[in-house]
């Protein structure tokens, strides 16, 4: 038998080295090949991710304005949303955004987000997130798309490889309640006091006055007029509408020193056991709550204390009516508003009583119950967050 020689030997390993070598130069170059894409991939998702934030926070601040201009509202978004994903570079290049990138919305319910959540282009698009609804929940969408070149594919005919990230942002703003939050802290921006509704939508269409400006440069209330109405929050006679005073939220007997409680420290969860953990309108959309009949001058001074240190915007809730007298009277509560309290003074003669409130924006950061159909709440509005 003829045996290798060393020398046969020798150039037999020095040509499975070379081998080797080949392998994993060919490995290390498409590992290099798909860390690019990774990097680009994450990078394009930041981009998404800012630029659904930014949009989503542009569709707040619009219809917190009041514009109900779908058509501008939607301009306004999308000219947001790809500022910001242009200011989010992607392998060192501004991603741009087709009209057709951004989508702008409301669900009514946002378990649909899975229609919009895989990883093929969403079907129907315009169709699942459209203005002609009046769902609470308020959608922004944004994808961003890049073709990533590679380099050292390109030896198997791989030329470049297409990537694509989306983002899903969403606030709400209609309430049907407030339940404890999952923090377990107190709703510190709802009040212990009512509004009757047709006083509120007096307001709404100019039947007000006008006598106190929020300064929001140096945010602080300033006498004045600027635009915005104020009604008494005081009930000034008896009966219904018109009837203004405390519901009881909690203890149906909330002494003066619960009510100032709840101004200054908000509500408890304490206080919501009482109401099964929440207040919250029922099928009929309909809240009952006992209350009475006037605001007591006990409170004067945490009001003030929240009107003039805190200066921050409150929720009170609306009824349509209200029967029997003090202590034994009952509200029937449809809805919630924001306001800002502008003026205190509870104190001398009854007709010069007043609690002055004016409509004023609200970010409820937890405990709001989202709800569906027609409006039951106004100015009050969720934080944007991210739900993709």
């Given amino acids: 038998m003829k045996c290798c020689s060393h020398k046969d030997r020798s150039g037999s390993v020095t040509v499975l080295a070379a081998c080797l070598m080949i392998v ?32 989503a926070g542009k569709l707040f601040d619009e219809m917190a304005k009041g514009n109900t201009n779908f058509a501008a509202i939607s301009e306004y978004t999308t000219t947001e949303a790809a500022e910001y994903a242009a200011l989010n570079m992607v392998s060192r290049e501004a991603p741009s955004l087709a009209v057709e990138d951004v989508v702008v919305g409301h669900l009514n319910d946002l378990s649909i987000l899975k229609y919009l959540t895989s990883d093929d282009d969403p079907p129907n698009l315009n169709e699942l997130t459209s203005f002609e609804d009046s769902g609470p929940y308020k959608v922004v969408y944004v994808r961003v798309r890049r073709t990533v070149p590679m380099f050292f594919a390109r030896v198997i005919g791989t030329e470049s490889c297409a990537q694509k990230k989306y983002a899903i942002a969403v606030f709400f703003d209609n309430f049907a309640g407030f339940r404890t939050p999952s923090s377990g802290e107190n709703l510190k921006e709802i009040l212990p006091f009512a509004l009757d509704k047709e006083t509120w939508d007096e307001l709404l269409v100019g039947n007000a006055t006008d006598n106190w400006t929020w300064n929001e440069e140096l945010e602080q209330i300033e006498a004045g007029s600027d635009g915005v109405l104020e009604v008494n929050l005081f009930p000034q006679g008896t009966g219904s509408p018109g009837n203004r005073g405390t519901v009881d939220i909690g203890n149906t007997n909330n002494s003066t020193a619960d009510i100032r409680r709840q101004i200054l420290e908000g509500i408890s969860p304490e206080d919501l056991s009482h109401h099964g953990g929440e207040l919250a309108l029922d099928e009929n959309g309909e809240l009952s709550l006992n209350g009475d009949t006037g605001i007591s001058a006990g409170v004067e001074s945490a009001l003030e204390e929240i009107r003039i240190e805190d200066n921050k915007p409150r929720v009170v809730p609306l009824f349509t009516q209200v029967t029997g007298p003090g202590n034994n009277a009952q509200y029937t509560i449809v809805g919630f508003v924001g306001i800002r309290i502008m003026e205190v003074k509870l104190t001398g003669n009854m007709q010069n009583k007043r609690v002055v409130v004016q409509p004023a924006k609200v970010t409820i950061i937890s405990g709001g119950i989202p709800g569906t159909g027609s409006p039951t709440s106004y100015n009050i509005y969720s934080p944007v967050w991210l739900v993709r």
Avoid: E, I, K, W
Wanted: charged share 10%.
């Fill in 24 to 55: 994993m130069c060919g490995v290390l170059a498409f590992a290099v090949d798909l860390g690019y894409v990774h990097v680009v991939g994450t990078q394009l998702q930041r981009s998404a991710d800012a630029a659904a934030m930014a949009g």
